[in-house]
């Protein structure tokens, strides 16, 4: 049962060495065997620990290797099919909620934009507005103050031409 345990560790090691570029199972073998110890002890390799013997396999080991591959095998579709799952679930995320938010930001920012806009005219308008009504007042005054400046002029100038002609 230990050489079945054996070939079992091996058949997964070999898968794991395939999936992490692995030329093969007997690559994988000759790559992990390399990584183990002198006596043929447990080796690491991508996590898996790994037990090498050198005898022979036997019938009973081949089929319960086989069968240990279909398991791989089926264990490696089941995770493709599981990545390819989450993939499909980041696609539609980003097709559909990613899309839409930034949609919906842009459709925001070109409304806050525009209210911006608008506000900033207005605030505009107002200020100016009452610049003007500022100035026309100051130029209102102005007229009123060369009014009156002119009336007493010429009162001075009339208070001075009766005086003269009082002393005369």
């Not at 073998?29 to 090498?52: D, F, L």
């Not at 579709?77 to 995320?93: K, M």
């Not at 525009?114 to 505009?124: G, K, N």
């Amino acid at each position: 049962m230990e050489a079945a345990g054996t070939k079992r560790m091996r058949t997964a090691a070999a898968a794991a060495a395939m999936s992490n570029g692995g030329g093969g199972e007997r690559e994988g073998e000759e790559e992990m065997a390399s990584q183990g110890s002198a006596g043929g002890g447990a080796a690491a390799s991508s996590g898996v620990a790994v037990t090498i013997t050198t005898a022979p396999m036997t019938e009973t080991e081949d089929d319960m290797a086989v069968t240990e591959e279909e398991e791989v095998a089926a264990a490696s579709a089941e995770t493709e099919e599981h990545v390819q799952r989450i993939l499909l679930a980041i696609d539609a995320f980003t097709r559909q909620q990613v899309s839409e938010m930034l949609e919906a930001g842009r459709a925001l920012f070109k409304n806050l934009a525009a209210d911006f806009e608008d506000r900033l005219c207005s605030i505009h308008k107002e200020r100016v507005e009452r610049w003007e009504e500022e100035i026309r007042e100051l130029r209102a005054r102005d007229a009123a103050n060369e009014q009156a400046r002119s009336l007493l002029h010429n009162a001075q100038l009339h208070l001075l031409a009766t005086v003269r002609h009082d002393h005369t």
